[in-house]
């Protein structure tokens, strides 16, 4: 009598999917794949420019000096009570720009690894986790750059920041605005990929979506009949906790932070069950 074959293999390809999941062990036997695509990415942005890697505080730095003379000094938006207006506008452009550019980036999965996916066999959620790591690492450069200057403004200037519990809530802010882009990048890698018109209605929602988000103004000054508008918006308590946490001034409240994690839960699980659902049928369709 035959015995059963053993099965030796390491991992199996079947026709089976799943619209939750992946598998973790799949996932991990591909950590090499997403260690490369990260830097590649992370290096193909810098290839054959003058500055290289010195673009990442570049375009902050130009993106801070255009605030500070628009919205500092001719339209003269406060900042809060003693926060230098380099400092606030600072801390809005650097989280704004990881949400931004994550999103953007995911969104364009299909469209621009469709190549890739018809070619050869990887779990497809490799592609926006190494293009979200890749602007995790962008984040954390220019959030140094934030932290050297807070630190001139202290020793040099006498800017005093009264740091509590909040200072804790940095991560949490940082995790939120990266799993909402992530989310919502996958969403849209999805529908822009089925409906190449929906492109031109996201660049305008996230043109849109910047200014009901407190990157040039704080929560507090919005009057109070029209602060549900932004409020309504899920970033806004994640970029108020950041700014309470970095600069000690933000209004954050626990119900608007349930909100926010809430939203980014639903829009993270939608967003798996969509990606691994229509993963496979768009193949043929992009």
Do not use: C
């Amino acid at each position: 009598m035959k015995q059963p074959l053993e099965k030796n293999w390491d991992w199996e390809i079947s026709s089976e999917t799943s619209n939750w999941s992946w598998d973790l062990k799949s996932l991990l036997s591909y950590r090499h794949l997403l260690a490369s695509l990260v830097r590649k990415e992370f290096l193909l942005n810098y290839q054959q420019t003058v500055l290289g890697p010195g673009w990442i505080l570049v375009q902050p730095l130009l993106t801070l000096v255009t605030y500070v003379l628009v919205f500092g000094m001719l339209i003269r938006i406060p900042t809060g009570e003693g926060v230098p207006p380099v400092l606030f506008y600072l801390s809005g452009i650097v989280l704004w720009n990881f949400f931004n550019e994550s999103f953007g980036t995911t969104s364009r999965t299909f469209r621009e690894y469709i190549h890739i996916f018809t070619k050869v066999y990887f779990p497809r959620i490799i592609i926006p986790l190494a293009t979200i790591s890749t602007q995790f690492m962008r984040f954390l450069v220019q959030l140094i750059l934030l932290v050297l200057i807070l630190l001139y403004y202290i020793i040099f200037r006498g800017y005093v920041i009264h740091w509590h519990w909040a200072l804790a809530g940095v991560p949490l802010a940082v995790a939120g605005v990266g799993l909402i882009s992530l989310g919502m990048g996958l969403i849209f890698s999805v529908l822009t990929a089925k409906y190449r018109d929906i492109v031109n209605i996201v660049d305008v929602g996230i043109r849109l979506l910047f200014f009901v988000t407190p990157v040039v103004y704080p929560l507090a000054l919005v009057r109070e009949e029209l602060r549900w508008i932004v409020k309504l918006n899920p970033l806004t308590p994640f970029f108020e906790l950041f700014r309470l946490g970095v600069l000690g001034q933000g209004t954050v409240q626990t119900a608007d932070l349930v909100y926010s994690f809430s939203f980014m839960l639903v829009t993270f699980l939608v967003s798996v069950y969509m990606f691994n659902k229509q993963g496979s049928k768009l193949i043929d369709v992009v």
